[in-house]
């Protein structure tokens, strides 16, 4: 039997009268893809946020590659790479400087210029963060989530304001983080599935689709 790298029991979290998540379970295999999908206010982020350990859910268990997100959060942050949904940045810090100091805060971090080459981000480590396009800031965002060599790593919204050929290079980059051994926790406000994208998304792919007050109605694993 897989031992499953996230696995949710019983997660409940309420914000005064409204429930965002309410009695959420669910797990995602080893180098897995799981997509979390559903509209705006479903309680997507705030799943995500107490799997990360950034959140305390009210009730319920969660672990996070054997570990509690709160009781052992310094070492769940060092192995769980985390894009959040709005990200800002100084407008005149350069690609290079964002990704020293994130990469400062871990015990190991990756070969940077590896990475960045990787994710296409190779011409643009001396521009201005102000200077990148849409896509390159969501780039720049799934680089920062890997550069501290995480077995985990947690997307937030990655596609919010992309035009269609951008998200579909985003959907690339995903599954090549995926290539490198990764275990990917995607969100996603679009009801398009990731799965079904025009990047063909291979097997390991897993897609939940969340409604308010958050139960997932489907969950389902993509064929390879």
């Not at 019983?10 to 379970?25: C, F, N, Q, S, W």
């Not at 999908?37 to 946020?49: S, Y």
């Not at 060092?78 to 871990?106: C, D, N, T």
Request: proline share 5%; with cysteine; net charge positive.
């Amino acid at each position: 039997m897989v031992v499953p790298v996230i696995d949710v029991r019983g997660l409940h979290k309420t914000y005064g009268p409204v429930v965002a998540v309410d009695g959420l379970d669910l797990s995602v295999a080893p180098a897995e893809i799981f997509g979390v999908v559903g509209p705006n206010g479903a309680g997507k982020t705030t799943t995500v946020e107490c799997i990360a350990g950034l959140r305390v859910p009210d009730r319920g268990s969660i672990r996070v590659l054997g570990l509690d997100p709160q009781a052992d959060r310094n070492e769940v942050r060092q192995r769980v790479g985390v894009q959040l949904q709005e990200s800002a940045f100084p407008a005149k810090i350069r690609v290079r400087e964002v990704l020293e100091l994130f990469g400062s805060f871990y015990r190991h971090s990756v070969n940077v210029p590896e990475l960045v080459e990787s994710l296409g981000l190779a011409a643009h480590t001396d521009a201005y963060y102000r200077a990148l396009s849409g896509g390159l800031k969501q780039r720049l965002s799934i680089a920062l989530a890997l550069v501290g060599d995480p077995e985990v790593a947690v997307l937030d919204e990655l596609t919010t304001g992309l035009d269609p050929h951008a998200r579909q290079q985003t959907w690339a980059l995903i599954e090549s983080v995926r290539g490198r051994g990764v275990t990917v926790v995607v969100v996603t406000h679009s009801m398009r599935r990731p799965s079904n994208s025009a990047t063909g998304w291979r097997s390991s792919t897993t897609v939940g689709s969340w409604h308010a007050g958050l139960r997932p109605s489907c969950v389902s694993r993509a064929a390879g």
